[in-house]
Nanobody, 113 residues
C-alpha cells in the first residue's frame, strides 16, 4: 500500500522560501516518477512539477524558475524547493507517485502579501 507523507508547509511572506518534503513507502521509490500537485480553494488540483526515475524534471509555467523538484532515492523522499513565493502560490500541496492513485494528506502553504 502506497503511503505518502508531506511536510514542510507553513505561513510565509511574499518573496520568501519554503521546502516541502514527501516521504514515500510501499513502493519501489527509485523506479517511480513522482509529482507535486497543489489545490487552492475553489480550484482544481493542478500539477506543479514532476520528476522521472532518471531525474528529468517538468514544471508548470507558473512556477518555472522559482520552484525546484528533486529526489533522494536513498531516503525515499521527494522535495519541492519554493522560492520567490507569491500569494497565488497559496494552496494545499500534495505529492504523488505518478503510477499510483493514492494521495497523501497534503501540507498547507500560505503566502501573505
Amino acid at each position: 500500500q502506497v503511503q505518502l507523507v508531506e511536510s514542510g508547509g507553513g505561513l510565509v511572506q511574499a518573496g520568501g522560501s519554503l521546502t516541502l518534503s514527501c516521504a514515500a513507502s510501499g513502493i519501489i521509490f527509485s523506479i517511480n516518477a513522482m509529482g507535486w500537485y497543489r489545490q487552492a480553494p475553489g480550484k482544481q488540483r493542478e500539477l506543479v512539477a514532476d520528476i522521472t526515475s532518471g531525474g528529468r524534471t517538468n514544471y508548470a509555467d507558473s512556477v518555472k524558475g522559482r520552484f525546484t523538484i528533486s529526489r533522494d532515492n536513498a531516503k525515499k523522499t521527494v522535495y519541492l524547493q519554493m522560492s520567490s513565493l507569491k500569494p497565488e502560490d497559496t494552496a494545499v500541496y500534495y505529492c504523488k507517485a505518478q503510477a499510483f492513485p493514492s494521495w497523501g494528506q497534503g501540507t498547507q502553504v500560505t503566502v501573505s502579501a
